[in-house]
């Protein structure tokens, strides 16, 4: 069989205008609401629990995820399915340690939390810092993925790619706020929770609805012709956790890593009060527990139905391609036009959140608190806010035309390391330790953070992967079990050595706020 | 009451140790479900790939997945459910006794 794949699809294009169309609708009239600070960093705080639900599974369930775990199913079977679980166990942790604290103590990012009751201009700095690191990782692995995705998909030069995504992405953000970006995340997460579940439910219609039967086939693959599988293989669980340590120090980023992502905290603030906040991880929760299930359906299902059409020959190294080949196969050109508009919207809304972050960061963090102290008019707040989004906008464009040729995939591994080790033992100890302190935060995000990009870049992931080297100088290929262990370290130390008298009155003083919510903004 | 006197007070004392005691034991049984299903396929990985029923089609491996993944999700309708009926409640009352 052939594929039309990378050619100019007009079923596609169709379904990629309509999804354009749409978002802008909304970004125009979620503009006419977007005027002061808190409509433009939280839509007014005035998002349900399970709109912000869907929004943050959408933050969350990026085109790597769904593209790039059904193509590791696919082609290496069981240790995608490590993976799938692996994302999912941050939002419990999440839920647990941060959720509800988090949106009573902060205003519009989570450096508001951890200055609430300690010095603000040296805390800011270092978790701004600590913040826009996580989402300049995040975003220019997100950039150059998309940018070949979308060559690889459309046919369209990478350079184009990047240009149209970042040019959108920032009429979203700039004009709309939060308020739009979080309706194109909202949209996105519906359009892709029902392109999977479709595409799932045509691959099990492939095999009589019958997982014994997907199962076997699967197993059987070795005997088709022109296979390079050893079926049984597939279910073995292959080199992704091979030491325990190893095992265990990525299951820390994987589990602490998505409490310390900016883009993923900053939703919080965009409900009216905890309760909602509660209710939204669950239903975050549900969305991404749901995909993560039909995701490894959708792999093993291609594995066979690729090889059995003998379109394994078309797929890329990464098997990114392996979700829309097999939509081809199973729903024609329109399916394949309608999962590639799926997956430029995914693109679009997840680069969108990540800008609006960084520009929180930048403006509210940096700008409005440290630089001016606080002293700016809502008029200023919003220039700069969307000043900075427009700095950051062209910096993720510029980055990912940059690292075209870049081996970028460690960029994700790093920014969850970075967000487990540097933004979130500040940001929970801020919470729950009484005796914490300034200096103790700073020095822990320094520490966590610097630790963290160190050993990854002396990892396998780096030194062996992307820079050649034969032996890597760090053993483990994700490092959180020791920047994370170190940053917490350092954050007790210091806290211990130097007291902060006027941090514990302060922190006696906001419990009223932190677990009551009683003058949450 | 004051909010200095709340703050103070053993029932809002009681409900902060409580609130954290329901946080920590469930994320520890989430540790143990994550890092039991981690380290079994670290160390395990002939078991992983086994079948659950002799001559069946499903692996171990499979079923142990989906269990993490249905048990972190129940973990946090379990945490929701406390939060509903006992964490609210406490909340609602000690609000109304501040003046």
Known sequence: MQSTLGQANPIAILFFSLVVLGTMVITYFAAKRTRSTSEFYAAGRSVTGFQNGLALAGDYMSAASFLGISGIVALQGYDGIVY?????????????????????????????????????????????????????????????????????????????????VGTVMLLYVLFGGMLATTWVQIIKAVLLLLGVTVLAILAMAHFDFSFAKLFMSVENLSSLTGTQYHGKELFRPGGLVSSPLDAFSLGLALMFGPLGLPHILMRFFTVPDAKEARKSVVYA????????????????????????????????????????????????????GFIAAVAFATILAVVAGLTLAASSAMSHDLYVSVFKKGNATETEQVKVARISTVIFGVTAVAMGILFENMNVAFLVGLAFAIAAS?????????????????????????????SATILI????????????????????????????????????????????????????????????????? | MSTQEVVNSEKFKKLVTKRWAVSFSLLIILFIMYYGYIMTIALQKDFI?????????????????????????????????????????AVAEIKKEIQ
């Open chain 2, 49 to 89: 790939a086994s079948k659950v029923i002799a001559g069946g089609s499903t692996t171990v491996g499979i079923v142990l997945g989906l269990g993490v993944i249905l048990g972190a999700w129940l973990l946090t309708i379990v945490y929701v459910i406390w939060a509903n009926k006992k964490y609210d409640p």
């Open chain 1, 84 to 164: 799938a679980v692996g994302y999912l166990v941050g939002w419990p942790a999440l839920m647990f340690l941060v959720a509800e604290p988090l949106r009573n103590l902060g205003k519009y990012t989570f450096a508001d939390v951890v200055a609430s009751h300690l010095k603000s201009g040296p805390i800011r700095i270092a978790s701004a810092i600590g913040g826009i690191l996580v989402v300049l990782n995040y975003t220019i692995a997100q950039m150059v993925g998309s940018g070949k995705l979308i060559e690889l998909m459309f046919g369209m030069k990478y350079l184009y790619a990047e240009v149209i």
């Open chain 1, 457 to 521: 870049v002396l990892s396998p992931t780096v030194w062996v992967n992307v820079l050649g080297y034969e032996q890597a100088i760090f053993p483990l290929k994700n490092p959180a079990l020791v920047s994370m262990s170190l940053s917490f370290f350092v954050a007790l130390a210091v806290s211990l050595a130097l007291p902060e008298k006027e941090a514990q009155e302060k922190f006696d003083a906001d419990k009223v706020r932190t677990y009551l919510g009683i003058g949450a903004e």
């Open chain 1, 285 to 336: 929760t549900s969305f991404i527990g749901y995909f993560y299930i039909l995701i490894p359906i959708v792999g093993f299902s291609a594995a066979v139905i690729l090889t059995k059409n003998n379109l394994f020959s078309l797929m890329d190294k990464g098997g990114n391609m392996v979700a829309p080949l097999l939509s081809e196969i199973l729903g024609g050109s329109p399916f394949l």
């Open chain 1, 422 to 450: 540097a933004n979130f033992p500040a940001l929970f100890l801020s919470i729950a330790w009484k005796r914490f302190t300034t200096y103790g935060a700073v020095w822990s995000i320094i520490a966590g953070g610097l």
